[in-house]
């Protein structure tokens, strides 16, 4: 079983940024997909960047040229950097890692864009 640790959330100004850390751990072979996806208060969880493992990447309309997501497959890890930062960004930013026909999940970190 895998298991997805994120890091970076917190709480940044409009304007600023934040870098999202994606660690796996376990039995960690075959692994797809990697992305974010993120869910604000009262919002239905929407994806925000996926990567394949050749490093093929889908953004979000609403986050293109300001998010970038990378990923290290020798680390098992994936990043997400962010810049230009909106109130609107602020949710809860989900890492995951497709693995086979499964869909694993990472527990969340908090992204608050205020000032």
């Known amino acids: 079983q895998v298991q997805l640790v994120e890091s970076g959330g917190g709480l940044v100004q409009p304007g600023g940024s934040l870098r999202l850390s994606c660690a796996a751990s376990?039995?960690?072979?075959?692994?797809?997909?990697m992305g974010w996806y993120r869910q604000a208060p009262g919002k239905q969880r929407e994806l925000v960047a996926q990567?394949?493992?050749?490093?093929?990447?889908d953004y979000a309309d609403s986050v293109k040229g300001r998010f970038s997501i990378s990923r290290d497959n020798a680390k098992n890890t994936a990043s997400l950097e962010m810049i230009s930062l909106k109130p609107e960004d602020t949710a809860l930013f989900y890492c995951?890692?497709?693995?086979?026909?499964?869909?694993?999940w990472g527990q969340g970190t908090q992204v608050t864009v205020s000032s």
């Open positions: 376990g039995r960690i072979f075959s692994i797809r997909n």
């Open positions: 990567i394949t493992s050749s490093g093929n990447t």
């Open positions: 995951y890692a497709d693995q086979y026909i499964y869909r694993i």
